[in-house]
C-alpha cells in the first residue's frame, strides 16, 4: 500500500529535473536486494516505486511515468528482457539498469538487442548502482535534449514547410 501511495503521488507530476530526482522502478522478486536497492535510491532523492513481478512492472509503467527501471533478469513470469521489451512498446525510451547474479557473459546476447540499458551483476556494490542509475539518466536526458533540439532546427529549416 506505501507504494502505491507513493506511486500516485509521483503519477501525475510533471516531469522532473532527473539531476535532482526522478521517479524509479525497481522491478525484482528478491525482497531484501529490491528495498535494499530502493532505500539507495531514494537516499539520492528519487522517487522509488517497487515491483516484484514482471506484471506489477508493466502496469506500473502504463498507469503512469517512470524515468528508468532498474530491473533483475530471472523473474516469475516474463523475464526481465521480455517485460522490457513489453514496456518499450508504450516507453520505447525507459532507460533501464539490469541486475543479475549470473555473469553478464551468460546474459549478454538476451540484452544485446536492448538499447539504452547497462548490465551490473549482483551482488553489485550499492554505490555502483546508484551511478549506474545517475549516468543512465544523464545519458536519457541527453537522447531527449538533443531530439528536441533536432525536431526544432528541423521545423525552422530551409527547404521544409510551404513551398513557395
Known amino acids: 500500500m506505501r507504494d502505491e501511495a507513493k506511486f500516485a503521488e509521483a503519477a501525475w507530476a510533471p516531469p522532473v529535473d532527473l539531476a535532482e530526482g526522478a521517479r524509479i522502478l525497481v522491478v525484482d522478486d528478491d525482497a531484501p536486494f529490491r528495498r535494499l536497492a530502493a532505500r539507495a535510491l531514494s537516499a539520492c532523492g528519487h522517487v522509488v516505486i517497487e515491483a516484484e513481478s514482471a506484471e506489477a512492472a508493466l502496469d506500473i509503467v ?35 539498469v539490469i541486475v543479475s547474479g549470473y555473469q553478464e ?45 533536432l525536431a526544432q ?12
Do not use: H, Y
Not at 528508468?68 to 530471472?74: E, G, K, M, S, Y
Not at 516469475?76 to 528482457?81: A, I, K, T, Y
Not at 521545423?155 to 513557395?164: E, H, Q
Open 62 to 96: 502504463r498507469r503512469g511515468p517512470v524515468d528508468l527501471a532498474v530491473t533483475d533478469v530471472a523473474l516469475p513470469g516474463l523475464d526481465g528482457p521480455d517485460w522490457l521489451r513489453e514496456a518499450r512498446r508504450a516507453r520505447p525510451d525507459l532507460p533501464a
Open 105 to 149: 557473459s551468460v546474459v549478454a546476447g538476451r540484452f544485446a538487442r536492448i538499447p539504452g540499458s547497462v548490465f551490473l551483476e549482483k551482488p553489485a556494490p550499492l554505490e555502483r548502482l546508484t551511478r549506474a542509475v545517475r549516468t543512465e539518466l544523464a545519458r536519457a536526458e541527453a537522447g531527449r535534449r538533443l531530439t528536441q533540439r
Open 153 to 164: 532546427q528541423g521545423n525552422g529549416s530551409p527547404g521544409r514547410g510551404v513551398a513557395s
